[in-house]
């Protein structure tokens, strides 16, 4: 929802829904031929491998691409590897893709008698990460900075997206599940559970401090949830770790609270789908399920030149792909038609102010933005606050201009950080 204001400069609201009432109705997508995760790292050479074309796999059980070990995706179905392959993510970022021909049908209970989910920190690192909702679990492990609170948001941090909201209504019982699970595990016992809007009743017994979180956009960014809820600035170029608090979405602490509870792991993803005309279906698919099928299952077709957003309108990216997998932190995709794309152009900035009048952190966007633009990213971090912004992406919506300036700060951090590693690695 957007409300604007007509009286001089004031800025337009920006809203999340709240999600009240009768709960939507979910649409149960059907298992796919096959299934494809990406999994972070480099596609190794051949005779390095550890996962191959031809192997058997079970729901369950770890997939790993390299024989050093490292990052894995967890298999969501039982079938056969049809391929390993290496994927090119956002900024280059290398990834390698493994697709598995599905063998068994429907969302079967069979599972990898080598992952038994055993609640301690150590397996909770080997088998859990890739649950539905991603949880993370390193944090837990920083001696530099020891985590002392775990912050859950019952709700999405970009417009449009009502999956978490669904979660935090429906789930309730996993949810108090995952919070035991997580105390257990973590021995950090102040855990708190942030609610969109007024409605904190009913969650008493849930075994966490509950706290409003204001609906006006980008109220439940961390960040912002950090200063209003729990009355903490996040100064430049630092996180709510380096306080001693994590985040974590709903969805990720009750599927922690299944996975322990069940014995195996949830396999289906919740996903807020937004056709051409806005209208918004709640959706659950096996993860790994490529895009293609979803759109399908809602009745989205594509034309020449429309877009698939994954994510919120606001913070959002574009892929390029039908064939795009469900991934466990998919919480939204979007279908918007080519007629209704915003157009981007190099026309110069204005002076205008919107963007200086709307931004939630205060930044100087305006003068930011020129430097960015002509490739000075670390003069932009020393003298304009690069740093300080939160990426809610608010500055690219309101732009006169049409620059995108939420494209230009990630690459801008994105390029610091290549450099900052290169020349650590060179020390």
């Known amino acids: ?114 992952n038994q989910l055993l609640p301690t920190l150590e397996t909770a690192l080997d088998t859990l990460a890739c649950l539905p909702g991603a949880p993370s679990f390193h944090n837990f492990q920083d001696q530099d900075n020891p985590i002392h609170t775990v912050v859950i948001y019952g709700g999405d941090s970009d417009l449009l997206v009502n999956t978490n909201q669904y979660i ?89 609270g299944e996975a322990v509870e069940a014995g195996h792991h949830p396999v289906r993803k919740l996903i807020t789908v937004v056709n051409k005309a806005g209208d918004l279906k709640l959706v659950s698919a096996i993860v790994g399920t490529p895009i293609r099928d979803v759109l399908d299952a809602v009745g989205i077709s594509l034309e020449e030149r429309d877009r698939i957003i994954i994510g919120g309108p606001m913070t959002g990216a574009a892929i390029y792909s039908e064939d795009f997998p469900v991934e466990p932190s998919t919480n939204a995709i979007i279908v918007q038609d080519k007629s209704d794309i915003s157009h981007v152009s190099d026309y110069p900035c204005i002076n205008c102010g919107d963007c200086v009048r709307i931004c939630p952190v205060d930044i100087p966007v305006n003068m930011l933005v020129r430097f960015l633009d002509a490739g000075f990213y670390e003069d932009a971090a020393d003298l304009y606050d690069l740093y300080s912004c939160i990426e809610c992406g608010l500055c690219s919506f309101v732009c006169v201009s049409k620059i995108p300036i939420f494209q230009y700060i990630r690459l801008a951090k994105y390029e610091i950080g290549r450099v900052q590693a290169v020349e650590a690695v060179n020390e």
Do not use: W
């Open 168 to 256: 935090i209504k429906t789930k309730l019982d996993e949810v108090k599940a995952g919070i035991a699970t997580l105390k257990k595990i973590t021995g950090v016992e102040k855990v708190i559970v942030a609610i969109p809007g007024e409605m904190v009743q009913g969650y008493g017994h849930i075994g966490a401090e509950v706290k409003s979180v204001d609906l006006e956009y980008p109220a439940a960014f961390p960040q912002m949830i950090m200063k209003n809820a729990l009355e903490q600035v996040v100064p430049a170029g630092q996180t709510p770790e380096h306080f001693g608090v994590t985040f974590m979405t709903a969805e990720a602490v009750a599927s922690i």
């Open 1 to 114: 929802m957007i409300r604007k204001s007509f009286l001089g400069l004031a800025k337009p609201r920006f809203e999340y829904a709240a999600l009240t009432g009768a709960m939507p109705e979910i649409l149960s997508i059907p298992p796919p031929k096959s299934v494809k995760f990406l999994v972070n790292g480099s596609f190794e050479t051949k005779g390095k491998e550890a996962v191959k074309p031809g192997d058997e796999v079970t729901r369950g059980q770890k997939l790993i691409h390299s024989e050093a070990g490292g990052a894995y995706a967890m298999a969501t179905v039982s079938g056969t590897v049809a391929a390993v392959m290496p994927h090119s993510g956002d900024f280059g970022k290398a990834c390698t893709a493994i697709t598995i021909d599905v063998a068994v049908a429907g969302d079967g209970d069979e599972q990898s008698e080598e």
